[in-house]
């Protein structure tokens, strides 16, 4: 690797530090901080485009971490702790609870994020998987989730603003019914 990638990943919009550790220990990858307000995803897409343009490649591909990457049960309540991960052409979605972990592999789009999300958290908790039907980002950074299980709908929200990971984690536990919304649940019958 050489080393002015961690000075070009510096000099990216959004990005507020990088701490490059590639030693061969557990904890070795590539930290990227952002600055407050930044588009993580938008980000995300510059440092990914940036390290296949400085060939960054091996047996042991470096974890690249924006911003928290994890979220724990301390967090929101969730529950469980949930790890959203980048890997070649998707994310790895992991859902841990004391005793029990899960994961998926899944593609780099926020339905499948989410429903990845779901079906982890949904093994963890001992339950049937949930369908997740809709993912939409509103205007002022509030994302909802909308799953299904028969004729039942459920709606989850959650606010971006503290990172797009914690936000559709928190979203998908509101939407299938492990993590309280604020104001309750919203659940519909729909005849279909």
């Known amino acids: 690797m050489t080393p002015n990638l961690a000075s070009r990943l ?11 550790d590639l030693d061969d220990s557990e904890k070795s990858g590539i930290n990227v901080r952002l600055e407050p307000g930044s588009d993580e995803a938008d980000v995300l ?3 990914r485009a940036l390290l296949i343009a400085y060939g960054v490649r091996g047996d042991k591909t470096p974890i690249l971490q924006v911003g928290r990457r994890r979220y724990s049960a301390a967090d929101d309540s969730l529950g469980v702790d949930v790890r959203i991960t980048p890997v070649k052409g998707g994310a790895r979605v992991e859902v841990m609870r004391t005793s029990v972990r899960s994961f998926r592999v899944v593609p780099a789009n926020a339905k499948a994020i989410a429903q990845g999300i779901s079906d982890a ?16 980002l509103g205007d ?43 104001h309750g649940a919203s659940l519909t019958e729909s005849g279909w």
Not at 10 to 20: K, N, R
Not at 121 to 136: L, Y
Not at 141 to 153: H, I
């Open 10 to 20: 510096q000099d990216l919009p959004g990005v507020a530090s990088v701490v490059v």
């Open 140 to 182: 002022r950074g509030d994302l909802s989730v909308t799953a299904r299980e028969g004729t039942r709908t459920s709606v989850g929200t959650a606010n971006v603003e503290n990172g797009w990971s914690k936000g559709i984690a928190l979203a998908v536990g509101r939407a299938i019914g492990t993590v309280k919304a604020p």
């Open 45 to 47: 897409e510059r440092v």
């Open 121 to 136: 958290w949904c093994q963890v908790v001992a339950r049937v998987p949930v369908e997740i039907a809709e993912v939409a």
